[in-house]
């Protein structure tokens, strides 16, 4: 997918008027390459004079000089909070990225995380120094436990897909400590793509499963594909159509009717969090976003922690370490032995994402039962508000794909584009030049030109009146015949569209000094 | 609640335009066997101040590392972090913005991850790197998986002086994988006999090793070529790559790292950042995300995500890694504090690491009964106790030092490691904790 093609490198008619001397803009400033800022020898750090030793590192001294460049503190700071600034951030406005949960992230966890007892202790320290950071860990294991209804939680995934990788992981060793060899995973169409990949890297043949005409697992097609050779079946719920399976139940009976295990992709748990236990689904094994639902940022792409809850049956497998509670206080399992001696071993360095930990529990902790209910509730109340005002009455334009209510997110078509010359992705650039951050696009694949559209608890009635007004209103530019406008989008961001079928082709992946003396050349 | 907006007023308003009457008319695809009605058995709302103080009093029972003497490492270093570093990530548009994947409002992030994989290629002496994964194990685990699909073979060799949590990371993943795992033990002060044969994918060596010793790989880079397979490189501490020969110049084919040293704090354990650089002819069998340089319709110099066809989201069950998502902020730090750094600054970073583990070598290794075992180290070095270490661990940590850490806590089967102690100092040792040190493990071993 590119949206960019050569008859888009004409600057817009109006652009003389913004030209400046400095290619700035304002607000808008241009900022080199830290490498394009180079004073030889300068440094942004006063570190003392080493004193007088003789080098121990066996001859392999670094001859040649790494090419970093020197920068003082006060260039540092500037050049990054330039960067910083061509940036769209949830702190800025609505973000409303379908599957992604882009809620509001309070800045306690952030204070509460860089307390020294939790930010300055070192994962080996000795069992005694670090009693608070098992129990937080403990504490935390026992909301997500509570939450899912689940009787254990693994939580040294690093992030969403980890969690799944470590679920299925489980999967397959409980099936072959009991001397089954099945082979195959059943995932729906609709799936996030790291579900498929997570089966793959397991050693499992994916076998997809259509949707049926309500945007839910077609329960027929499903019982027609199971069998004995099917290790799981891997689902989202609420799906990526924004949907609850409201078949849930029977479709938990077959999977386990035919000897396999009930995998749920707990990316959407936002929407249920308080008021549905996945435990009560008959799921076996769901892996938990903290970086969703429990607010944890998202920080530009990570870092994530994406904890699994697990069934009575999938629990010995659980991954090292384990915390458990003895006489002498708490406690970490790190060796494959004793209550442990079933664990698939360890999945990553040390014990977890501590501080992602942290933040997940002071979220949790601020909210409580009864906050955690209300925000599935307004998460929900937000999705269909806004599902209402983008597709019904006077002023609602877009095509909703599966009719009626939706759970935390809505899904919508381009159908409502049909013989405007307009794509999915034009309408979601031309968004950008309103201030806004774009929806999901194109993703779940299983309708034409997706919409996805996840607006969070966290937005205010007026934030999302303004949004839908501004969708409704492009929409109807859109069937207006302003479809030039729209190729041009975006026009008022620091780089209109780029072109990424050339970057691909000829990758460019780092800076050399050559680049910055040819950019200078122009 | 202070984090939602909508007001009791504002929620009657919406429901009325959507056309209900009640929130749970929008729950009725729930089944009713699976709807709860009350409240889960979880404490009710707290305020900032009750849950500050609750997480604070959990906090306390921690010893924080910069409150003792401390000299533990291990694959995780305490070491400064400058200020400026944790006032940038905490820009709104940095620690809220999510992956960049509409990159015409996300090229701040883009430039820093551009720039973050053009300094890990030059600290690592590689041609290209990716805009990180989620640590140094799980990325010795993905540079062995790249190395399958490079070669099409399916063994891995690993050194004894890998990090032993990244042998047992690389051993899960290829339980599961049908990758053959060769580890050999570890084997501290000796030089390893690392078998390569027409069925080696890979051999994955540290540099320092576990034990802090330091090698120049060269040699074994020529044989594993010769033999069509590839070497891969970790580096647990990214520091000393301020002072060492980088495994770029040995002639690894893959480089991946822990990054943490540089712009992390210790935090437990994570979250923390891979680092994972390679050769420009393998760029497309690389796992995780690369930004790349382009222009735009203006044909001004920009950012975006590149050769993603290589992922989950486009390629689904035949991507190169289910990864989707880096050490994103983390990433970030590292770069900051790097920028701050910079050639002169790293450089003398990594010479006042190495300083202060040759003062320290020296200090302890003149306790009576305590054996350096290391010719060559950085800023980590192993001791030979006449006790357990364990044992001195433990005494050491009474008298409030965290004095390293003991072998035996990841190879408790191999009773000749039982003596011996990892030990390392960085920038923020001082010369009075170097004393305390000292003199407390002479008291231990009196």
């Known amino acids: 997918m590119t949206g960019w093609s050569q008859a888009l490198s004409t600057r817009p008619a109006a652009s003389s008027e913004t030209e400046t001397l400095t290619g700035n803009r304002g607000l808008l400033l241009e900022e080199k390459l830290l490498f394009e800022q180079d004073s030889p020898g300068h440094c942004g750090v006063d570190l003392p004079e080493p004193p007088a030793h003789e080098s121990r590192l066996g001859g392999l001294e670094r001859r040649e000089p790494i090419g970093l460049p020197g920068l003082s503190e006060p260039q540092v700071v500037r050049h990054f909070t330039r960067l910083s600034q061509k940036n769209y951030a949830i702190d800025s406005g609505i973000y409303p990225l379908g599957s992604c949960t882009m809620k509001h992230n309070p800045r306690l966890n952030e204070k509460t995380a860089r307390l020294p007892g939790f930010a300055d202790v070192h994962p080996l320290q000795p069992i005694s120094t670090i009693q608070g950071a098992l129990e937080l860990i403990h504490t935390l294991a026992h909301w997500l436990k509570t939450l899912t209804g689940m009787p254990a939680v693994a939580l040294t995934p690093a992030a969403g897909a980890h969690g799944e990788l470590c679920g299925m992981m489980t999967i397959r060793a409980a099936l072959e400590a009991r001397g089954d060899t099945r082979r195959r995973i059943l995932v729906p169409e609709s799936a996030h793509g790291t579900n498929p990949a997570t089966a793959a890297i397991c050693g499992y043949a994916i076998d997809p499963i259509p949707n049926n005409a309500r945007g839910r697992v077609d329960l027929k097609a499903l019982k027609a594909k199971l069998g004995t050779d099917v290790a799981a079946l891997m689902l989202t719920n609420p799906n990526t159509c924004g949907l609850f399976e409201d078949e849930i139940l029977e479709v938990a009976a077959s999977v386990h009717a035919a000897g396999a295990f009930f995998y749920c992709d707990g990316a959407n748990f936002n929407a249920i969090v308080g008021r549905v236990r996945p435990a009560d689904l008959g799921i076996d094994a769901l892996h938990l976003n903290l970086h969703k639902t429990f607010s944890t940022p998202h920080g530009g792409g990570g870092p994530g922690s994406g904890p699994v809850a697990l069934a009575a049956e999938l629990a010995p497998f659980a991954p090292l370490p384990w915390i458990v509670r003895s006489g002498r206080g708490l406690e970490l399992v790190e060796r494959a032995e004793g209550l442990a001696a079933q664990t698939i071993g360890r999945l990553k360095g040390f014990h977890g994402q501590m501080g992602m930990f942290v933040r997940a529990l002071s979220y949790m902790m601020s909210h409580g039962a009864d906050g955690l209910r209300q925000v599935a509730e307004d998460a929900v109340l937000n999705a269909n508000y806004l599902r209402v005002r983008l597709s019904q009455g006077t002023g609602g334009a877009l095509s909703q794909s599966y009719p009626g209510t939706c759970m935390h997110e809505v899904l919508f078509d381009d159908r409502f584009l049909k013989d405007t010359g307009v794509t999915t992705l034009d309408f979601a650039k031309a968004l950008i030049d309103e201030g806004f951050h774009p929806m999901t696009m194109y993703f779940?694949?299983?309708?034409?030109?997706?919409?996805?559209?996840?607006?969070?608890?966290?937005?205010?009635?007026?934030?999302?009146?303004?949004?839908?007004?501004?969708?409704?209103?492009?929409?109807?530019?859109?069937?207006?015949?302003?479809?030039?406008?729209?190729?041009?989008a975006p026009r008022l961001t620091p780089r209109r569209r780029l072109d990424e079928t050339t970057a691909a082709r000829k990758p460019v992946l780092r800076w050399r000094r050559e680049m910055s003396q040819q950019e200078a050349a122009k | 609640m202070r984090y939602l907006p909508l007001t009791p007023v504002h929620r009657a308003e919406m429901l009325a335009s959507i056309g209900i009457a009640s929130i749970d008319d929008l729950f009725a695809d729930v089944p009713p066997a699976a709807r709860r009605a009350g409240l889960v058995d979880l404490p009710l709302a707290q305020g900032e101040i009750e849950v500050e103080r609750a997480l604070s009093r959990m906090a306390a029972k921690n010893v924080a590392a910069g409150s003792v003497p401390f000299f533990i490492g291990g694959g995780a270093y305490r070491h400064h972090v400058p200020a400026a570093v944790d006032h940038l990530i905490q820009r709104g548009e940095f620690l809220t913005s999510y992956t960049p994947y509409q990159p015409e409002i996300s090229q701040g992030t883009l430039q820093a991850l551009f720039e973050f994989q053009t300094q890990v290629a030059l600290l690592t002496g590689m041609e290209v790197a990716n805009a990180s994964l989620y640590d140094g194990a799980t990325a010795c685990a993905e540079a062995v998986a790249m190395a399958h699909r490079i070669t099409r073979r399916g063994k891995a060799v690993l050194s004894g002086g890998l990090h032993p949590h990244y042998r047992e990371v690389c051993e899960t993943y290829a339980q599961f994988s049908g990758l053959e795992v060769q580890a050999l033990d570890p084997a501290p002060g000796q030089i390893e006999n690392l078998n390569i044969d027409s069925d080696t994918a890979c051999v994955v060596v540290q540099n320092p090793d576990f034990f802090g010793e330091l090698r120049d790989w060269s040699a074994l880079a020529a044989r594993c070529h010769q033999q069509g397979a590839l070497l891969v490189v970790m580096v647990t501490e990214i520091v000393s790559l301020g002072a060492v020969k980088p495994p770029g110049e040995m002639g690894a084919d893959i480089v991946?790292?822990?990054?943490?040293?540089?712009?992390?704090?210790?935090?437990?354990?994570?979250?923390?950042?891979?680092?994972?650089?390679?050769?420009?002819?393998?760029?497309?069998?690389?796992?995780?995300?690369?930004?790349?340089?382009?222009?735009?319709?203006?044909?001004?110099?920009?950012?975006?995500l590149t050769l993603s066809t290589r992922e989950q989201h486009i390629r689904r069950e035949k991507a190169t890694s289910n990864i989707c998502t880096n050490s994103g902020l983390c990433a970030l730090a590292f770069t900051i504090h790097l920028a701050l750094l910079g050639e002169a600054g790293l450089t003398r970073l990594a010479q006042l690491n190495h300083a202060a583990a040759c003062n320290l070598a020296d200090r302890l290794a003149a306790v009576p009964g305590v054996r350096l075992v290391n010719d060559s180290f950085f800023n980590e070095f192993a001791l030979r106790l006449p006790i357990p270490a364990a044992d001195a661990v433990a005494a050491l940590a009474e008298k409030g030092v965290l004095g390293g850490v003991a072998a035996s806590r990841f190879y408790p089967e191999h009773h000749d490691l039982a003596d011996l102690l990892l030990v390392a100092a960085t920038e923020t040792v001082t010369e009075e904790d170097i004393d305390i040190c000292t003199a407390m493990l002479a008291e231990v071993l009196r």
């Open chain 1, 444 to 488: 779940p694949l299983v309708v034409h030109g997706a919409l996805l559209i996840e607006p969070t608890e966290t937005e205010s009635k007026a934030s999302l009146d303004q949004f839908a007004d501004t969708v409704n209103g492009l929409a109807v530019r859109a069937k207006a015949g302003d479809v030039a406008g729209f190729h041009a």
């Open chain 2, 256 to 304: 991946a790292a822990e990054g943490q040293g540089i712009g992390n704090a210790l935090n437990f354990g994570g979250p923390y950042v891979g680092l994972f650089a390679a050769r420009e002819q393998h760029v497309r069998q690389m796992p995780g995300r690369l930004a790349g340089q382009t222009t735009d319709a203006d044909g001004r110099r920009g950012w975006v």
